[in-house]
């Protein structure tokens, strides 16, 4: 078990470019989510998949963001067109979801991806 | 809709004083709590949960929380906090039926000697 791991950890872009990090979760994890943290507030969530099944989007999600777990495994995320309002940590958590309609599944969270626009 | 109201924003404190971090939640069903601690351009690691039972929950590093249905909070405490305690702390609230978290806007927790 070596966690969730994210890369990079940090990325300056300049307004305009697109960009792309990536999330892998603890391995047999079926559940992998992305939330967004801006300075002083907490993390806001963004999107889950269960497995390879993106089942969850939040409105934060505009269009110029799209997310993929091609294999049910890695994630990556990217933001077309970055602007200087999408600066902020990018976050990944992975958790293990049994069967049944009740979820008590605990995330487990990656070091997070600094992203700055310039 | 679920929330979270962490009520202080920063709470200094003395190396081996005892301290407590409020939460408070809002949710028309049943939740589970999680105390989340955040150190310094690091993510989140978790401090503690309550999913079910026992209202006094214990976590790591020394911390509990209990869960109070009739106040809807769930307080974070520390006997003794060590300045390796200085940390952000965010208490989060998820419902059965939802898969993500929502999270508090955090406590910034300031240990000194």
């Known amino acids: 078990d070596t966690g969730v791991s994210q890369d990079p950890r940090h990325k300056i872009t300049k307004r305009g470019q697109n960009v792309t990090f990536r999330c892998d979760p603890i391995?047999?994890?079926?559940?992998l989510y992305w939330y967004r943290q801006t300075l002083g507030q907490g993390p806001e969530f963004l999107t889950y998949?269960?497995?390879?099944?993106?089942?969850?989007k939040s409105r934060l999600l505009s269009d110029r963001f799209s997310a993929e777990r091609p294999k049910g495994s890695f994630s990556t995320l990217e933001i077309q067109r970055t602007e200087q309002g999408d600066s902020a940590m990018y976050l990944c958590?992975?958790?293990?979801?049994?069967?049944?309609?009740?979820?008590?599944?605990?995330?487990?969270f990656g070091a997070g991806t600094r992203l700055s626009v310039l | 809709a679920q929330s979270v109201t962490q009520l202080d924003s920063q709470v200094p404190v003395f190396e081996e004083a005892p301290v407590e971090l409020r939460c408070n939640y809002s949710?028309?069903?049943?939740?589970?709590l999680f105390w989340y601690v955040q150190y310094p351009n690091q993510g989140l690691q978790l401090l503690l949960k309550?999913?079910?039972?026992?209202?006094l929950v214990k976590g790591i590093n020394g911390f509990e929380a209990e869960f109070n249905k009739s106040q809807t909070s769930f307080h974070l405490r520390k006997p003794s906090v060590h300045i390796s305690d200085t940390a952000e702390y965010f208490c989060?609230?998820?419902?059965?039926?939802?898969?993500?978290?929502?999270f508090g806007t955090g406590t910034r927790l300031q240990v000194t000697l």
């Open positions: 958590a992975s958790s293990l979801e049994s069967s049944g309609r009740v979820s008590k599944n605990i995330q487990y």
């Open positions: 309550y999913l079910s039972g026992s209202t």
């Open positions: 391995s047999e994890h079926n559940r």
């Open positions: 998949f269960q497995n390879e099944a993106q089942l969850e």
């Open positions: 949710s028309s069903v049943s939740v589970y």
């Open positions: 989060a609230v998820k419902t059965g039926t939802a898969s993500k978290l929502t």
